[in-house]
């Protein structure tokens, strides 16, 4: 399957091409993510000098996103059995002053608070053993009409067996177009339809956050007030 998404925003197309960084990056996916996903870009293409600079000095500044880069993303690591504690001391809190008696020997005696926790951290285990998505950027190519890069999946959640995204920046008389057009082979093939409706809904959250991180003159002007 094929989906695309395009997005206008009312930048420069350099402007948000210098955001291209592993760090501006890193950090648009944890935003992506909103708190619940941990991603990490690492380089198997440094220079000789950037690996010199590095090693003389510690930790190099964020670099260009470039032909050879690795992109991790998976779910981050959250305990609800953890929280279950302080939920419990949040119900009793909160609870009505007559009933401040009950509710806590309610909770312990019933211990709901504690099944729905353990039923919570079983349900996000299988889900965290499952996402987890690598891929590594094949293309990166700058022309007078535009700037391209492609990243290919290298490990796969399932029922994903390959994935491909195609980024496009293009210049229009407002700003710049970004272009997302997603491939994807899935197996068993009845799983697609699933697969494509989770994909539209992140195309759907993307065009969303770029537009957060990029937005106008006029309204980053009114927000700062």
């Known amino acids: 399957m094929k989906l695309r998404k395009s997005t206008a925003l009312p ?3 350099a402007e948000v091409a210098s955001s291209l960084t592993r760090d501006g990056v890193t950090a648009f996916l944890a935003e992506l993510g909103g708190g619940f996903v941990e991603a990490e870009i690492t380089s198997t293409g440094s220079s000789a000098a950037e690996n010199s600079s590095e090693a003389s000095s510690g930790p190099v500044a964020s670099t260009r996103l470039q032909v050879g880069d690795r992109v991790h993303v998976r779910l981050a690591g959250l305990q609800f059995s953890d929280l279950a504690g302080f939920a419990k001391l949040m119900a009793v ?11 806590e020997p309610f909770l312990d005696k019933t ?5 729905l926790a ?3 951290d079983l349900a996000y285990g299988l889900l965290r053993a499952n996402l987890d998505f690598q891929s590594v950027i094949v ?3 700058e022309t007078t009409e535009g700037l391209e890069w492609v990243d290919q999946g290298e490990s796969l959640p399932t029922p994903m067996k390959s994935f491909t995204h195609r980024h496009q920046l293009v210049d229009t008389s407002e700003g710049c177009l970004m272009v997302d057009e997603i491939e994807v082979e899935v197996s068993p ?4 339809p699933a697969i494509e409706f989770m994909l539209r809904a992140h195309l759907e959250h993307r065009a969303r956050v770029y537009t957060k991180l990029f937005k106008a003159d006029e309204a980053r002007a009114h927000e700062e007030k």
């Not at 809190?93 to 509710?103: L, N």
């Not at 093939?189 to 697609?192: E, I, N, R």
């Open 93 to 103: 809190d909160r609870a009505p002053t007559a009933a401040k008696p009950y509710v």
């Open 189 to 192: 093939a009845a799983l697609a």
């Open 118 to 120: 353990g039923s919570l």
């Open 139 to 141: 293309r990166m190519e």
């Open 111 to 115: 211990r709901v608070l504690d099944r």
């Open 11 to 13: 930048r420069p197309r």
